[in-house]
Structure formats: structure tokens, C-alpha cells
């Protein structure tokens, strides 16, 4: 990752076209132009890099406005990496200092420990202190999926490849049914798995601070482990894990670092764990299940067509499950990891048009690959429809058994 | 002074709708004509409604303050940003589609709907609204009718003011007036409706917009053609034009930008010839057979390298998403593109073509030609690898020349981005003293105090 300065002449490459208009979620809620990409950029590099405007409340609100969605870089004919460009700017407005104290020093914790917190078991008073909304969070699971799988797991079919499986924070603590129905899927389709010892958080969370530093840690610590796997490939089943493992990584650990050439390594050998059942194919076939759903896509999964497409396509192979389409332009439900804890009304607003869309069709399941958008979106429905992983849809139609 | 105008502009209409911070005003400063800021906003207005406006626009009469109405910002020739200062009106909030209207063919919508959004709520009543400026996935109905903005389809279709048939329009001393209507045919008087299209804002600020529809077209198809020489797509474009073929689309695009455009394309088309042309036939299946059977004869004749009707729809929509992202591609690899948009018939494209190659050779300043052929509208693009004051002076003298050249040919200094600051230098060679003056008549008719967008148009644009 760069310093902010570094990043003038990318920010030259920003033609003003307003192309970014079209898709940036928080510019489609405010309908001002100060909260978009192409103004962003200006203010940035007037304030932070050139120095002709001061640094200002108002400056610092634009900078931290942002969903880090990555819909304006996607969406830019010049390829502006607008989210690596606010992240550097929030480094360089913060040291990584966003968040107050002990609120860093809580998502340290839950980072390293993996989702896993004392802190959060006894959730209440400390969540209220960071600004949450109970009613907006999942309950975090006395098993952890760390408690159910540890090692290595022979396949239950004929042995076809075998893969690390790299379980992010939120499967880890909220959601081990994810976890769960990627190990016995996986399992029953010929794939040994191996459960590396000592991961932690992939730095997403941190990165999204601006806190580079605690990110680049995490990451470190990360590459070290998988690098030294002999497994075909690393599975994710997070978006967000995904892009920060693939890309991320790469950005944040440059050329000058020692741990580089693994970085590169680990990178390519990280897959989605629904493409990577797309590509090698579905051997202990006819799953079925009598279900309709239809597909929230994670902002992270857009930039590549392959992720974002995986989940329906793999869920294509459960007889007498119904996919329907969901039209709105494919909105940000306004999650953001965890943008809609400081933002509430925008990202309410936003995954209200989300639930609207949803309810106009058939569907009783909404899967998602996002824990984040999982939970947010779950929070939006309450009881009346059921968000899940596209993995426990997968597993539900082979009959498993999935906590 | 700007105090007592933030304080005022809230009174008028609330707080949250007024912005005044230096962040928000930098941030209205330049529309997409390369971040060329000349002048810096007072107060940003977000209004909610025609009365919002009215408010607003008396308030500023009375104290002469300039008013710069704004849609996206997205516009090609200065024409939304506010060289004088004065009050932004960005009119995104009002955005509300109010009628589409099968039985006669007609919608109603606020000025700040999108125009993606418009088309897509439209096509979904299997009706049709043509204008496709390359911008649609962001700029609004408003600026549209403000610019009589086009796009690739204007060659069958032509551009928004062929799609107006009534305005609701706030003016200067703050009446709101209805002009036209939804009648297709309308016979009453000087045509407001058609002299407010095209204004850029000078006379008044546009609010709400009836547009004239048509049935979406059953069916179209893709045709790539691949040209030897640049001259000989010209040469293609009129014979197909000639040979009474009238595409939907017939777009020419240089090597150059083929090679651009294929990091959008894949799999990326063979860029061996000097020129293509993109061709999208539409109508009913019948129909579109036939012109693609003789769009091939034609080129043919002319001894293209090679024709290929694109059967995959999808693989046709990423040549056309490529094509709608070709100017922001080409400012990622230059620091700076001024785009023409020179407009000439259609029978002297080839003619053009050649002038311009030339005005590149003897000024020594790249010049991109690619643009909506089939319309005459070839968007010569002027390429600045760098920016400096002798590379300006450079472009400077290109642009003259070519302005020069079009308008020699019958051409025109504008087809579909309008005039804005960009272009003003040359409206007096293409309308004459006579008709400026005219121009400057009815501005003072209708905004006697000057109030309305300054400084656009024609140089003295202000001095009424």
C-alpha cells in the first residue's frame, strides 16, 4: 500500500466522467456529488496531497462516507483503485487511530481470536460502548466452528484434490453452519480438507479502518501458514476474505517485503470454495430440495464475474430448488462490514430498498457468500425470511445435517 | 455577502438543502470537460420542487445573483459549472417518472431522473425512448433537453429535441409556465417548448419534461466491420447511408481506439485493420435481415477486410458497453482530450476524415476520429500526452482548424453536447452577428437581469 501522495497520478487518471454516479450506493442515497468517487478523489488529493484545502471535519466525513464497496473502481473506464485510495487516505488521516481506544483494542482481539471474543460472549454493555445495535447483529455460537473441526479430513468419496479451507472471523463465530456444510460438501465430493492451525482475521476489518499496520500483521501472520501448505488449493467461503487474500495482500505487501514471494504463492492459490466446486464438478450429485431463493450479490464479489456468478450456478445442480431474480440494479443492502454501525440511517435506507426488492419476489431464502451482508440483511427481515450461505442450501438439498 | 446568502438560501428553503462547506463547492466546480475549473459555486441548492426553485430564482433576480441549474455534471462542454460563481441548482433530488403513457405514447418525468432509469422503466411497457447519450448511466432527462443531448442512435432517431413535447419551466422572475404539451401535433405561437430545449440553461430552469415514446423496436443485431484504410470506412459509412440503409447505430472507430476499447472486450477483437465500424440494425426480424444482407453487400463493394454479424447477445452488449466507455479509456492513457464535436453531412465524411488526418500531420498534434458516423457527428478527438502551454496553443490551432474545415462543409460546431464555454469562441462563425444578436434579444426578454447561467453560449454571454 502506498503512502497518499503516491497516489497523485492514479487520481490524475480520474477523467471526471461521472461514471461513478451510476454505482456508488451512498452517492444514490445522498443525490450530492461531494459523496462520490470522482469528487472524493478531488478533495483528497486537494486536502491531503496538494495541501489547497485545510483538513477539515467536512474533509474527514467524505473520506470516511464511503462503503468501500469497490462499485466505483469496477465501474471506472480508467481503472482508479478508489478503495486502496481511501483506505491510504484514512491511514493518513487516522495512523490507524479511526475508532476510539478501546474499541481498537477490541477488534484486535476478536481479529486475532478470530471472530471468537470473550468480549462479545458477554456482548451487551461492550457493543452498546461501539455504537451497535443489538437487533442488527447475529448471536455469536456457543460452538465456534474451530470447537467442531480441527486437522485434516479424508474425503468420504474417492479422493479428487485436496484444499486448505481458510474459515474467515463470521464463520468462525456466527455463522459455523457455514463452515459446517463446506466441510461435509466438500467432503462427500471427493476433497480431503485441512484445517491450518494458529489463522486469524484476514485484516479486511482493519484495512476498512485505515489501520494498515494491524492489517499487514494479520496478514503476515496468515501468508506464513498457508504458504506452507501442500493443499491444491485455500478455499474461502467470504467474499471478503477472498478479495483481501487474492489482492489485498498483494497491495499491502509490496516488493520490498520479505514475505512477498509468499504472498504471491498463497494468491494464487486462493479460490472460492463455490467456484472451485463449479470447476471440478459435483461428483455425489442430485442434491434437491424444494426451495425458491433468490441471490443477494456482496459488493466484493462483483469484480469478478466468476465469484459473483459461482453461488447460482453451483446451486443450478439442486433439482426442484428455484432461483428467482431480484431487480434492483444490484443495490448495496448497506452493511459495508461495518459501515452501518456508524452510518445507520444511510445503510438502513439502503437495505430497505433491499428488503423491498426481495419482497417483491418469490423468494423464501435469500443466500448471500457475505456474513456481512448476511446478518444485515437477516436484521432487516426478522423472522419472516431466512438469509443464509448458498453452501447450507447446497448441503440442505444432500440431506445433511448442518448445526 | 456569502453568509448573508447561505443564511438567506436556507431561509428560503431549508438548511439541509443548501451547502456551503469549500469540500461541496469544489465539488460542483467542473462538469466531465476535464476538470477545468474557471470559477468556484457560493452555495450548492438541492431543491424538491418547481416552488423550491421559483423561491430560489426570485431570491436571486433580486439580488442578481448567478443561478446555474445542474443535472449530473456529466456534460462535455462547461455548460453546468458556474464560471461566475453564484448558486449551483442541482435538480437530482427531483426525480420522480410520473406518467408513461401507452395509449398516446407519451411519459412525464422530473429533470433529474437518469436517463438509464428512464429507458429501463419504458422498455419494460415494450416502449422506446431513442436519445442514448454515452453518459446514460447518469445524466439526467433535464441536462438532456438542456443540451439536445444524442448518442450513437441519432443517426435513425435523432436527438432529445426530436422527443420533446413539452417542458414545465421555472423562469428568472420565478413564474413556473407549462409549454407544450402531450399532443404530437401542437400549432400555438413561437415554440417555447423547443427554444427553452437546448438553452443550456440561460433562460430558465427545466423541471419536468414530456417526451414523445415509440414501440420498442422487436428485434436488432450486431455488425462489426473491419476496414483497410480509414478512408475507405468513410467511404463505407456514405455508401451505406446512400444505399438507404438507416441503422440504429453506425459508429466508426480508429485502430487506436479498437486497441483501447478490447481491455473492455473479450474476447478482444483482431485489431489489424485501420478503421471499423460498428453497426446495430433494428426492427422487425424480417426487416433487419434484410438491411444486414445489404449493409454487406455494400461493404462488399468497398473491399472491407472483413464483416461479421454478431450472433451472441451478449458478446454484442460488450461491444457497445466498450464503445460508451471509449472517452473516460482514452483520458486514462492521456493527460488530456478535448472532444470535438463537430458535426458534418453525411456524404462529406470522407472529405472530413481526410482534412483532419491532414490538420494532425501539420499541426503535430495526435487526433483521435471516432465518433457517430452514420449522423455526420465523428467527435474528432484532440490527444494531449501532456499538458503544456505549448501543447495547448497546439490544440488550440487544431480545434480552429477543425471547426473550420466542418463548417466549410456545411457542418456544424455542435451536434449533441452543445455549446457551454467550450465551444463558445466559435458560434459567431457558424450563426453570424445577426443571430447573436437575436439570441441576446430573447435572453434580455426573458432574463433581464442576466441571472441565469452567465458567461455560456456566446463569450459576452452576461452582458445583456
Known amino acids: ?403 | 455577502m456569502k453568509n448573508g446568502l447561505a443564511r438567506d438560501l436556507k431561509k428560503q428553503i431549508g438548511k439541509d438543502n443548501v451547502k456551503t462547506d469549500s469540500e461541496d463547492l469544489l465539488a460542483y466546480c467542473s462538469d466531465a470537460t476535464h476538470q477545468s475549473i474557471k470559477g468556484k459555486p457560493d452555495a450548492i441548492v438541492l431543491p424538491l420542487t418547481p416552488q423550491d426553485i421559483s423561491k430560489i430564482v426570485s431570491y436571486a433576480s433580486k439580488h442578481q445573483v448567478p443561478v446555474v441549474p445542474r443535472g449530473a455534471g456529466s456534460g462535455l462542454s462547461g455548460s453546468s459549472t458556474p464560471i461566475k460563481g453564484g448558486i449551483v441548482l442541482d435538480i437530482k433530488r427531483m426525480n420522480r417518472i410520473i406518467d408513461i403513457n401507452k395509449g398516446n405514447l407519451t411519459a412525464i418525468a422530473e429533470a433529474g431522473v437518469v436517463l438509464a432509469r428512464f429507458h429501463k422503466q419504458v422498455e419494460k411497457e415494450n416502449l422506446f425512448y431513442p436519445p442514448d447519450p454515452q453518459s446514460m448511466s447518469v445524466c439526467t432527462l433535464g441536462g438532456n433537453v438542456s443540451t439536445r443531448a444524442g448518442g450513437p442512435r441519432g443517426v435513425k432517431y435523432g436527438t432529445t429535441g426530436n422527443y420533446i413535447l413539452g417542458l414545465e419551466v421555472v423562469l428568472p422572475d420565478g413564474s413556473i409556465i407549462h409549454t407544450g404539451g402531450s399532443c404530437v401535433k401542437q400549432s400555438v405561437g413561437y415554440d417555447i417548448t423547443h427554444l427553452m430545449t437546448g438553452a443550456e440553461g440561460t433562460l430558465g430552469v427545466i423541471t419536468k419534461v414530456t417526451t414523445r415514446l415509440l414501440p420498442l423496436p422487436a428485434a436488432k443485431k450486431t455488425i462489426i466491420v473491419k476496414c483497410r484504410t480509414t478512408e475507405q470506412a468513410a467511404i463505407a459509412v456514405s455508401d451505406i447511408i446512400a444505399a438507404g440503409i438507416i441503422p440504429s447505430m453506425l459508429e466508426f472507430l480508429s485502430l487506436g481506439a479498437i486497441a483501447l476499447m478490447n481491455t473492455l472486450i473479450s474476447p478482444p477483437i483482431v485489431a489489424d485493420g485501420e478503421a471499423y465500424l460498428f453497426i446495430e440494425i433494428d426492427g422487425f426480424p424480417v426487416q433487419i435481415e434484410e438491411d444486414a444482407k445489404r449493409i454487406k453487400y455494400v461493404c462488399e463493394d468497398v473491399d472491407v477486410m472483413e464483416i461479421r454479424v454478431v450472433e451472441d447477445k451478449k458478446e454484442a452488449a460488450s461491444y457497445w458497453k466498450a464503445r460508451s466507455s471509449l472517452y473516460p479509456l482514452v483520458l486514462s492513457f492521456v493527460k488530456k482530450v478535448i472532444v470535438e464535436d463537430v458535426t458534418v453531412p453525411r456524404n462529406r465524411i470522407p472529405e472530413f476524415v481526410k482534412s483532419i488526418e491532414k490538420i494532425s500531420a501539420s499541426t503535430g498534434i495526435a487526433i483521435g476520429v471516432s465518433g457517430h458516423a452514420g449522423d455526420g457527428n465523428m467527435h474528432p478527438s484532440v490527444l494531449m500526452g501532456d499538458v503544456s502551454e505549448e501543447m495547448e496553443k497546439k490544440a488550440q490551432d487544431a480545434i480552429r482548424q477543425i471547426v473550420a474545415c466542418g463548417l466549410e462543409l456545411g457542418g456544424s460546431i455542435s451536434g449533441e453536447h452543445g455549446i457551454g464555454i467550450h465551444k463558445a469562441e466559435f458560434i459567431l462563425q457558424e450563426m453570424g452577428a445577426r443571430q447573436i444578436e437575436l439570441f441576446k434579444s430573447i435572453k434580455k426578454a426573458i432574463d433581464p437581469e442576466g441571472i441565469m447561467n452567465p458567461g455560456k453560449i456566446w463569450i459576452d454571454g452576461d452582458s445583456v
Open chain 1, 1 to 403: 500500500m502506498m503512502d497518499i501522495v503516491d497516489y497523485k497520478d492514479l487520481i490524475d487518471k480520474c477523467s471526471h466522467c461521472a461514471f461513478c454516479e451510476a454505482v456508488c450506493p451512498v452517492f444514490k442515497e445522498d443525490l450530492l456529488e461531494t459523496h462520490v468517487a470522482r469528487s472524493r478523489l478531488l478533495i483528497i488529493k486537494e486536502s491531503l496531497i496538494d495541501h489547497h484545502l485545510p483538513v477539515t471535519r467536512r474533509v474527514k466525513e467524505i473520506v470516511n462516507r464511503c462503503l468501500l464497496c469497490a462499485q466505483c473502481k469496477n465501474a471506472c473506464p480508467a481503472g482508479v483503485p478508489v478503495d486502496d485510495i481511501v483506505i491510504a487516505a484514512r491511514y493518513n488521516l487516522y495512523q490507524g487511530k479511526r475508532s476510539p481506544f478501546f474499541k481498537r483494542q477490541i477488534m484486535k482481539h476478536i481479529m486475532a481470536q478470530r471472530g471468537k471474543s470473550d468480549f462479545f460472549r458477554r456482548a451487551g454493555a461492550f457493543a452498546t460502548k461501539m455504537g451497535l445495535d443489538m437487533a442488527d447483529l447475529p448471536q455469536i455460537k456457543r460452538q465456534s466452528f474451530s470447537d467442531m473441526y480441527q486437522g485434516t479430513y479424508a474425503p468420504k468419496s474417492k479422493r479428487r484434490a485436496k484444499v486448505a479451507y481458510f474459515a474467515g472471523c463470521a464463520t468462525n463465530a456466527f455463522y459455523p453452519d457455514t463452515g459446517d456444510a463446506v466441510m461435509k460438501v466438500l467432503s462427500r465430493n471427493g476433497v480431503e480438507i485441512t484445517l491450518p492451525e494458529g489463522l486469524v482475521c484476514c485484516g479486511i476489518p482493519a484495512l476498512s479502518e485505515g489501520d494498515i499496520e494491524t492489517a499487514k500483521e494479520m496478514m503476515k501472520i496468515n501468508i506464513n501458514i498457508l504458504s506452507k501448505t501442500d493443499a491444491d488449493y485455500i478455499v474461502t467461503d467470504c467474499t471478503s476474505c477472498f478479495m483481501t487474500l487474492k489482492e489485498k495482500s498483494l497491495t499491502i505487501i509490496d516488493g520490498s517485503d520479505a514475505i512477498r514471494q509468499h504472498a504471491e504463492t498463497v494468491s494464487l492459490k486462493i479460490t472460492d470454495v463455490m467456484s472451485f466446486l463449479n470447476q471440478t464438478g459435483l461428483t455425489d450429485d442430485f442434491p434437491a430440495l424444494k426451495e425458491t431463493y433468490t441471490y443477494h450479490i456482496p459488493c466484493h464479489a462483483r469484480g469478478m464475474a466468476d465469484l459473483m456468478t459461482a453461488p447460482v450456478k453451483l446451486l443450478s445442480n439442486v433439482d426442484q430448488a428455484r432461483y428467482v431474480i431480484l431487480d434492483d440494479d444490484n443495490g448495496c443492502c448497506g452493511a459495508g462490514g461495518m459501515f452501518f454501525t456508524e452510518y445507520k440511517a444511510l445503510s438502513g435506507a439502503m437495505r430497505d430498498k433491499k428488503c423491498r426488492a426481495i419482497r417483491q419476489t418469490a423468494a423464501t431464502t435469500i443466500v448471500t457468500q457475505c456474513p456481512s451482508c448476511r446478518t444485515y440483511i437477516q436484521a432487516g427481515f426478522g423472522n419472516d425470511k431466512k438469509v443464509t450461505h448458498p453452501m447450507v442450501l447446497l448441503a440442505r438439498g444432500y440431506g445433511l445435517y448442518i448445526v
